[in-house]
């Protein structure tokens, strides 16, 4: 298993583990009501570990060196990240721009836009592909996968006079 002390490349070994977790993942997120959140999470990690090579661009590494608390990975930082660049790779480019950048005709793009946009579609696509395409455990995922802490810069929800969300739900 990955750790916070441990390299990055798993062991040949680890693929049996992987797989057997991988079952245990996909049904924690169909049957269960209350998921194991610290297994469920470790397990994505590693399985999308598994799926590339040591010294791609595209590898966990960033996970490593960005999302280290006192020397111990943050397995909930590491997957919501993950998971936020998933969803945002289900808007379009343009979405995407006003998203991230604004919609101020000030706004300049660069080519980093672009990269960061297709990063984030090509993570959506993996993850529907891990979990076969199918539509609510891409729902539970993404639910999972939400932050407890403040919610995400984005345009302000007119309020319709009820009770304010639950930010923590």
Known sequence: ???????????????????????????QLVVRTRLNLPCVRETW???????HEVGFPDHLMWLHLEVREGGAFRW???VYDFARCARLGTLSYDEYVAR?????????LTLDYHEKWTECVHRFHAVRRFFNWDQALLARFFEMARPLRAPEIGPAEESSGGSPPDETS
């Open 1 to 27: 298993m990955l750790t916070g002390q441990s390299s990055i490349a798993l062991e040949p070994s680890a693929a049996r583990f992987l797989t057997d977790n991988s079952i245990e993942l996909r049904s």
């Open 45 to 51: 990690a590693m399985i999308l570990e598994r799926t």
């Open 76 to 78: 909930d930082e590491a």
């Open 100 to 108: 991230e950048a604004g919609r101020s005709p000030d706004v300049v």
